[in-house]
């Protein structure tokens, strides 16, 4: 048989293949069986529903995408995407600052060398809008090797994560920073203050001497609620937390704000007939608002507006994912609003870290929104910033929802600052612990002194019938003092208990957390302050 005869031969099998394979389909498809795909039906199944963009690229020219990709870059149908440039779907640079164009062809090479390659990249919609995308770049081997399968996946959420994570990381570093610095710092101006004003009332009719001592004094002061700000961004302060009414809380509030803003900037409230009880602590809430409201009037040298608002509403799924790390749930958001000069897309980005500040030396600290931060996320929510550069900037303050009644804190009058019991200081620093002593010393009080957990066991077991209160500080060596708090509760009847401290360390969270009832100072205090709280334990 010729050449010619084999190929007829051939062609007439393959011309009677076609004809019993449509006839099994004819004779299937009467008995109600659907003939099996072909491969080609079934790429092409796969290729119009997957939920990532896929195209076919031939050099520089589109030959084919599904309908995911036209979804994705907003374009209005699939014609008017193939018939664009590749390039015409990216920025000029990448966020490498590469070139667009250098970069592609270097990814498209890397992806014929090695069959395959992954990368991240930045396309552009139709409405101008650059997102972040995941490309698998895979050449097709038919051809002459020109062609790619490509697959789009868009990574917008997964980066949002990933920054929030990162941001959460860096906070909690620097936190920890804080929260040391604070705690030395708190310590050395409890011996600054303490004496200064002990000089200060040494010194009172000479008047010379005793002004430079009150700056000294003011120095002292402002230096003190530094650390307090540190402390409070590290989250490292104990929380006296109690029921409050967010409407109440700004009520009270306009009377110090409109002082502070100035009478150029309009002052605005947006209350909500809702219920906004949260719990936090009302010191912490009201140093929150002033340092938000600081930082909108420094924003408004010309005028303009502040608004408070309080409204009650759900965290969906949606909304955590969208830049807040909270659970789904019912909560109570404060948006603190001004009409002043925004921040550009990079302060944005570092408005959270301490010191960082675009004020001029001397107008600010670099505390205002660190500090936010920590209060926030220690009453247990969270905040979001907006801003754009000469439209101003929204903070909101997410809290969770509380269906109790706010409590009304009473006040006691003429609470007697002094006495004759026998206090136990418990401290590890020699010079503080001198200084809390002489303040005690002077109001009448006994003191007995220990530098440590372990020592103040001892003393106790000798003498603990004469001892009325323990003064202990909360971080020491060998034993701090909520561990000898739980001996002394373990070990019988304990006198009363008050903890004080510059830096907790989280060995206190909360006074809802403990597991007896305690008072509080907080480093550095003064006199008048320490004679109060060791008064109202001794009369608890």
Partial sequence: MTVEGCDEALLSMLEAAKRRAHDLEVELAARGVVAPESVEDRYRSLFENSADAVLIIDGDTFIDCNQATVDML????????????????????????????????????????????????????????????????????????????????????????????????????????????????????????????????????????????????????????????????SRKQMLQPKILDLNQVVRNAHGF??????????????????????KAD?????????????????????????????????????????????????????????????????????????????????????????????IVSRSGGDMKIRSDAGRGTTVELWFPAVDEDAIEQSVEVGLPLGGDETVLVVEDDEAVANVVAEMLTEAGYTVLSSSNGVEALEVFNERGEEIDLVLTDVVMPLMGGPELARRLQTGGVAPPLVFVSGYTDNLLGSFDELEF?????????????LLRVVREGLDR
């Fill in 517 to 529: 009832e305690a008072g509080f100072l907080q480093k550095p205090f003064n006199r008048p302050t």
């Fill in 257 to 278: 704000l409109r002082r502070l803003i100035g009478e150029d900037i309009e002052l605005a409230a947006l209350l909500t007939e809702d219920r906004v009880n949260i």
């Fill in 282 to 374: 009302q010191g912490q809430i009201d140093r929150m608002i002033i340092n938000l409201a600081t930082n909108a009037r420094d924003a408004m040298p010309n005028g303009g507006t502040l608004t408070l608002e309080v409204v009650r509403g759900m965290i969906d799924e949606r909304e955590a994912v969208d830049g807040l790390q909270l659970r789904s749930g019912d909560y109570v958001r404060l948006r603190v609003i001004d009409t002043g000069s925004g921040m550009e897309a990079e302060t944005l980005d570092r408005a959270y870290e301490p010191f960082f500040t675009t004020k001029s030396i001397g107008e600010g600290s670099g505390l205002g929104l660190s500090l936010v931060y920590g």
């Fill in 74 to 233: 907003l374009y209005g149908d699939k014609q008017q995407l193939l018939e664009m440039h590749p390039s015409e779907l990216s920025p000029p640079l990448q966020p490498d600052g590469r070139s667009s164009f250098d970069k592609a062809n270097e990814m498209i090479r890397i992806a014929f060398e090695r069959g395959s390659h992954r990368f991240e990249w930045d396309h552009r919609r139709a409405d101008g809008e650059v997102f972040p995308v995941e490309v698998l770049l895979t050449p097709l081997p038919k051809g002459d090797g020109k062609k790619l399968h490509v697959v789009w996946r868009d990574i917008t959420q997964r980066k949002q994560l990933e920054e929030q994570l990162i941001q959460s990381q860096k906070m909690e570093a620097m936190g920890r920073l804080a929260g040391g610095i604070a705690h030395d710092f708190n310590n050395l101006l409890m011996i600054i203050n303490g004496n200064t004003e002990k000089l200060i009332q040494a010194f009172e009719d000479d008047h010379g001497v005793a002004g430079g001592l009150r700056q000294i004094g003011w120095a002292g002061q402002r230096a003190a609620e530094l650390t307090g700000q540190l402390l409070a961004f």
